[in-house]
Each structure stands twice: as C-alpha cells, then as structure tokens.
C-alpha cells in the first residue's frame, strides 16, 4: 500500500493539471457528470458516476486536511457517489 505522501504527491499532480485548464472546465465537468450519471441509465449512468468519484477524490487529497469533520467528508463523498453508481449498476 502507498504511503500517504506519495498518494498525496500523486494528487497534487492531478490537481496541477487541473489548475492549468480554464477555469468554467470543471465547474461544468463536474455537474455534468453528476446530471449524466443520474440520469443515464444502467451501466452508462455507473461509469459517469465512478468517474466523479474519482476526480472528487483526487482534488479531496490534494487539498489539505482541516479537522476531523473535514476527514469524514473526504471520504464519504466519494463513498456515497460509489453506492449510488453500484445501485445504478444493479437495478
């Protein structure tokens, strides 16, 4: 298992390209994926909400952490969209 560090190092390359676009790009990519993946359904719907799970955790880890309540909100997030996209999947 990664060390915290290099899981963080690795993040914060993510998140280096993402200041490099233009800023409008991810506040519509994220809604986007968000509207598509609820409303896509089956398989299509899963695969949009995994991918905004994945770039949700990204920018949580590369961002640092607060406090306590913050921590819990880092991982549930990602966690919730990842059940919603597995009861997508399911159904």
Known sequence: M???????????????????????VPLVLLPALLIAGLALPGAF?????????????????A????????????FAVPLVILAIAVAKLVS
Do not use: E
Request: proline share 6%; glycine share 2%.
């Open 63 to 74: 961002s640092p952490t607060r406090n306590a309540s913050h921590r819990v909100i880092r």
């Open 45 to 61: 719907g899963a695969v949009a909400l995994v991918l905004l799970a994945i770039v949700i955790w990204f920018l949580f880890m």
């Open 2 to 24: 990664p060390s915290k560090s290099s899981v963080r190092r690795q993040s914060a390359v993510f998140l280096v390209y993402v200041n490099q676009l233009p800023r409008w």
